[in-house]
């Protein structure tokens, strides 16, 4: 099915962070599954494929519902060399994994990385699990099934439980269903989204050292009518003046109301860059 991006559309090859059976792993699989995912070990990594042209894409994980931000948002600045072409939302099922014939009953310790364990803690307390802290999701999975003992099991992804041989103990063992994380496709093209439809624009700005100078800057989309979902602030090579904005507003660049809006934005700005244009996911449409 066609996602009116070619960027997307076109892509052999996509780099994600993590271990095989990492849950980006699996956001790949869900988003641009004509693509072949390729682990890589770290942020970083992932996003110097794409800048290199080992692979055509690269999908990053950038907030979740329950812990917030994950990704540093400096990776998305103008100067990464990458344009963001899709976003994709899923929601987050951990699974208890262990060895082919191990019980519940019979797990004395889980394996998995910190965030997981947290939203995994009425299990683990429930069961008087002993928790360890690992690198990676499906890294925690790979390292059960080498440990062969069916009295330890990891929190994972059911691909992990896939790629590593491992069965399901118990499904779904998150303590908030409603657990969720938003990932960014991004490209070397820089191309927009066409004007149809749900669109969603992130940009990056900077505001000028003057007084009021983001109450100016923000409302030129309030008075524009433009709804802003996201807005996140960080600071610029160290200095405690120089803050750079990191936000994502509905619709489309040339739509009249969003054009004068980052028109005026301009005239309030030190520099102010659009990052992206691409289809709004229809998770949104079924958010509280």
């Given at each position: 099915m066609s996602t009116g991006i070619k960027a997307i559309d076109e892509a052999r090859r996509v780099a994600f962070q993590g271990e095989p059976g990492a849950y980006a792993n699996l956001a790949a699989r869900q988003a641009i599954a004509h693509a072949t995912a390729i682990p890589k070990p770290t942020f970083e990594d992932a996003i110097d494929a794409a800048k290199s042209g080992d692979t055509d894409l690269v999908i990053i994980p950038v907030e979740n519902s329950l812990i917030g931000r994950i990704a540093d948002i400096h990776h998305l600045l103008p100067q990464s060399g990458l344009h963001i072409v899709g976003e994709h939302f899923m929601p987050i099922r951990h699974q208890l994994l262990g060895l082919k014939g191990a019980s519940l009953d019979g797990i004395k310790s889980v394996y998995s990385q910190a965030p997981a364990l947290a939203q995994c803690r009425a299990l683990i307390r429930s069961r008087q699990l002993v928790a360890h802290h690992w690198y990676d999701t499906a890294g925690s999975a790979k390292h059960v099934a080498e440990l062969g003992d069916k009295s330890i099991a990891a929190i994972a992804s059911t691909l992990a439980a896939e790629?590593?041989?491992?069965?399901?103990?118990?499904?779904?063992?998150?303590?908030?269903?409603?657990?969720?994380?938003?990932?960014?496709?991004?490209?070397?093209?820089?191309?927009?989204?066409?004007?149809?439809?749900?669109?969603?624009?992130?940009?990056?700005?900077?505001?000028?050292?003057?007084?009021?100078?983001?109450?100016?800057?923000?409302?030129?989309?309030?008075?524009?009518?433009?709804?802003?979902?996201?807005?996140?602030?960080?600071?610029?090579?160290?200095?405690?003046?120089?803050?750079?904005?990191?936000?994502?507003?509905?619709?489309?660049?040339?739509?009249?109301?969003?054009?004068?809006?980052?028109?005026?934005?301009?005239?309030?700005?030190?520099?102010h860059t659009v990052m992206g244009v691409y289809p709004a996911h229809p998770f949104r449409e079924d958010m509280p």
């Open positions: 790629f590593y041989g491992l069965q399901i103990l118990e499904a779904d063992v998150e303590d908030e269903h409603h657990n969720a994380t938003r990932f960014l496709i991004m490209s070397r093209r820089d191309e927009y989204a066409p004007n149809q439809g749900k669109v969603v624009t992130s940009l990056v700005f900077q505001v000028k050292n003057v007084p009021a100078a983001l109450y100016k800057a923000l409302g030129a989309f309030a008075t524009n009518g433009v709804n802003m979902t996201k807005l996140e602030s960080y600071q610029l090579g160290g200095s405690f003046n120089a803050t750079q904005f990191y936000a994502d507003i509905q619709g489309h660049p040339e739509q009249p109301h969003v054009a004068h809006a980052l028109e005026e934005l301009a005239f309030h700005t030190a520099s």
